[in-house]
């Protein structure tokens, strides 16, 4: 797939580690090798999978003369700080639309991702609650200043649109060639699965580069068939998007909806167990929204033989740790 004729800012220039995880699978006992792909070392301040997204997207507000950015996300959004963090590299002004997915959850004193939206210098936050459509809340905020003479580019939720999603057709061939030089290939794949973008360009990258390593989505929000449904469209988004004459093949997109509880970004036992197992094996920090509650959907279907015995399984780091500073005491109480 020819990813060069689109542009791009080069927020990624080198390949993010391939780790095996020898404590961590030990610790397991489930008979199978973990690996891991370190996204969350990618550049961006904190570090996750956004900044590939964004290579796209915030390019393309270059290209059309944009001088200001406007994305929206939850209260402690990774995505929005790290639409900040470039934006601040660009010389761009951003400006950010929050939603209360829990009711009264914005707190301008709280620490994680919130206390780094001060931090980096964001020029508004607009707290919306939780169902507003979030497009038509940016609009209105792009409107305002498009009549104060400023000409902003709105970046959708997560970055997951057609465009943010090459960021992660890219990293999936970026895997494909890793595992050519490490002279190693992986059974299955384990991704978080949010806004889509993630999942849908593995997906893509996956279909269009006839890689066929099976790949099970950890949904971290909404309904199963609701989220595959969101991972198939933006899948087949991106190949239309590229030019690729193929489709993503319904069965072939998984996201499972097990390991959400109660709800979006509330803690879950399993996610505090999975977060502490990584940190306590291998000194690798997980995030209590994303990655804790996808690590803990691959510990719990290792544990039930959900990946056959000596099965190489590779986990996505998507990144996300600033939020652990956000959830001190759910943490605490677990010791
Ligand atoms: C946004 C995010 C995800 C989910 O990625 P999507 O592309 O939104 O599905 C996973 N992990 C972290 C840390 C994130 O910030």
Redesign the pocket.
């Known amino acids: 797939m020819n990813l060069a004729k689109f542009i791009k800012r080069g927020y990624a220039p080198n390949p993010t580690p391939i780790e095996y995880l020898p404590n961590f699978s030990r610790a397991l006992n489930a008979d199978i090798d973990v690996y891991i792909k370190r996204d969350?070392m990618l550049p961006g301040a904190g570090g996750?999978?956004?900044t590939r997204?964004l290579d796209f997207c915030i390019a393309d507000a270059l290209q059309k003369g944009c001088d200001t950015v406007i994305t929206c996300?939850a209260v402690q959004?990774?995505?929005c700080r790290?639409t900040l963090a470039w934006a601040v590299h660009e010389g761009l002004d951003c400006h950010l639309v929050l939603e209360e997915r829990v009711p009264n959850s914005y707190d301008e004193e709280a620490s994680g991702n919130n206390f780094l939206f001060q931090l980096l210098g964001v020029k508004s936050i607009t707290v919306v609650p939780g169902g507003t459509n979030m497009l038509d809340a940016m609009q209105k905020v792009a409107d305002k200043l498009t009549a104060d003479g400023k000409k902003p580019y709105i970046i959708p939720?997560?970055?997951?649109n057609a465009l943010?999603?090459l960021g992660?057709v890219s990293c999936m061939e970026e895997i494909m060639a890793q595992m050519f030089a490490m002279n190693l290939t992986f059974d299955h794949m384990v991704v978080?699965?949010?806004?889509?973008?993630?999942?849908?360009?593995i997906m893509a990258g996956m279909i269009g580069n006839n890689i066929n390593i099976p790949v099970t989505g950890i949904g971290?929000n909404r309904p199963k068939a609701v989220q595959e449904k969101a991972v198939y469209d933006l899948a087949n988004a991106a190949l239309a998007l590229i030019g690729v004459d193929a489709k993503v093949p319904a069965d072939k997109v998984v996201a499972f909806d097990d390991y959400v509880g109660p709800g979006y970004s509330l803690p879950t036992d399993a996610m505090v167990e999975a977060v502490q197992m990584l940190a306590r094996t291998e000194a690798i920090l997980l995030?209590p929204?994303?990655?804790g509650k996808?690590m803990s959907g691959l510990i719990d279907l290792a544990r039930k033989g959900y990946f056959a015995k000596g099965s190489k399984v590779l986990f996505l780091h998507?990144?996300?740790s600033p939020?652990l500073f956000a959830y001190l005491p759910t943490f605490r109480a677990a010791k």
């Open positions: 969350d996750g999978n956004k997204k996300g959004s990774n995505h790290l939720g997560g970055a997951s943010g999603a992660y978080p699965s949010g806004s889509a973008g993630t999942h849908g360009g971290v995030d929204v994303y990655s996808a998507t990144g996300g939020a």
